[in-house]
């Protein structure tokens, strides 16, 4: 089954409203590709201009985060039915960003899967090993608990929709990509796991995506891979380069 790639900009606490107006123009004839879902995953704040400046083109817009309820006293918070109306379809969800500074776990970041779904938005839940866990050989046990754990409860169809970003914590931000065949040895696991956690059927359908320093350079040889869908681009999401991921 051929699956549809797909290219993500995660812009991080990156673009005040006016500057991410100016960057999908900047972007827009760089990022055409019907073979591609392209999405710019962006601040809360930026969201409307976003949905304004990209309406009847092909890229759609992503939030990094939301809270697990609908309404009410949550101060700061916002919640997936706003995310809709607002017009987005993705959100990232488990970013290490968010499991680090904001102490999210594993069992908080299940229930903003399931809200995500409830909602109608498609999660882009994201897992990765940290540096200590790779020098150590233990990251293949790491990535399949965390993904047994953040998919608990949910069902096959919905598994089937969602995205998965692998995510070495060691790659992000720091220039030091993984190596092709060390994001798909990962990739695969992740598509491993779901295989035993519901059936061959429903991996084969489910989008990995690759994150961590991905570039225009390195970008055609990582989505040169089997079990690698998609990238999730922090740093190169906010340059024209973001054009040549997508057309890698
Ligand atoms: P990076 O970030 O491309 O800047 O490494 C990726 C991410 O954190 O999603």
Known sequence: MA?????????????????????C????????????DV????????IVPVAQAVKDTN????AQNL???DKGAYTGEISAPMLVDAGVKYVIIGHSERREYFGETDEFLNKKVKKAFEAGLTPILCCGESL????????IDWIRLQIRADLDGITADQVKKRVIAYE???????GKTATADQAQEVCKIIRDTIAEMYDDATAQ??????????NAGNAAELLSKPDIDGGLIGGASLKPDFGQIVNA
């Open 3 to 23: 699956r549809k790639r797909i290219i993500a900009g995660n812009w991080k606490m990156n673009m005040t409203p006016s500057q991410a107006a100016e960057l």
């Open 25 to 36: 123009a900047t972007l827009k004839d760089l990022v055409v590709n019907d073979n591609v």
């Open 39 to 46: 999405v710019y995953c962006v601040p809360a704040i930026d």
């Open 59 to 62: 890229v759609q817009v992503g």
């Open 67 to 69: 809270y697990i309820e």
């Open 132 to 139: 200590e866990l790779r020098e150590r050989n233990a990251y």
């Open 168 to 174: 070495p914590i060691w790659a992000i931000g720091t």
């Open 205 to 214: 359908e489910v989008r990995i995506q690759y994150g961590g320093s991905m």
